[in-house]
């Protein structure tokens, strides 16, 4: 089985933009977990979206969002890019009833 | 909320000796306990898990712990080698669908 798959792996932006990440998750997978993950804040989690719907949400400003397609892929979004917003962003799926969660590579954002 | 404390940040073995992380969490309603190993440019990978109604659990050089009374969990990994050698996240969560807490991280070192 093909494991979670994140595009893009590298992102440069500046400090003003916008930007999209992608995460496909394990197939048959239906829970999509996003984290960030810093030197200094350690891995924070930021959202988890199950059958297109978000069920939990972590304590991020209003400029992190996401969704979930039908087809489980997972998208976030983060607006009006900061320099603190400089991280790798994990992406992790779980079967939906289960606890496991798998990770994938990461995309990493630096913002200038 | 659920907050995860991690010792030590870091630690260094001679390849053959045990190698042990200790993690305590706040939430007695925590039942899922992970452990990640995350290799440099690469996402969490999950090395063994323990949940709330299990003791311990081996597998094969890696065993964890769990005392629930006083919300600790450890990982114990024996004749360490060098491929040992990478930050090891603890984490903690309520339920399939809650988001997972991480401890900071222990950076292991396993000196050949």
């Known amino acids: 089985k093909a494991g979670v798959t994140q595009t893009p792996r590298y992102l440069i932006k500046t400090r003003g933009q916008q930007v999209t990440l992608s995460c496909s998750p394990i197939s048959g997978h239906r829970s999509v977990s996003w984290y960030q993950q810093t030197p200094g804040q350690g891995l924070q989690f930021l959202f988890e979206?199950?059958?297109?719907?978000?069920?939990n949400k972590g304590n991020f400003p209003g400029r992190f969002s996401g969704r979930q397609f039908s087809n489980s892929r997972s998208e976030m979004n983060v607006s009006t890019l900061e320099l603190g917003d400089s991280a790798l962003y994990l992406c992790?799926?779980?079967?939906?009833?289960?606890?496991?969660?798998?990770f994938g590579p990461g995309t990493r954002l630096t913002v200038l | 909320g659920e907050n995860v404390e991690q010792h030590p940040s870091t630690l260094s073995v001679q390849e053959g000796d045990s190698a042990v992380i200790k993690c305590t969490y706040s939430d007695s309603a925590s039942n899922y306990f992970p452990w990640y190993k995350q290799e440099l440019g690469k996402g969490p990978q999950l090395i063994i898990d323990?949940?709330?109604?299990?003791g311990e659990k081996k597998d094969q050089r890696i065993a964890v712990t769990l005392n629930k009374t006083a919300k600790h969990f450890s990982l114990h990994i024996t004749e360490t080698q060098p491929e040992d050698s990478a930050v090891y996240f603890c984490a903690a969560s309520k339920a399939s669908y809650d988001k997972v807490i991480f401890g900071p991280g222990t950076s292991l070192s396993v000196i050949p």
């Open positions: 323990i949940r709330s109604n299990v």
């Open positions: 979206y199950f059958s297109e719907t978000q069920r």
């Open positions: 992790a799926s779980s079967a939906g009833n289960s606890d496991t969660q798998y």
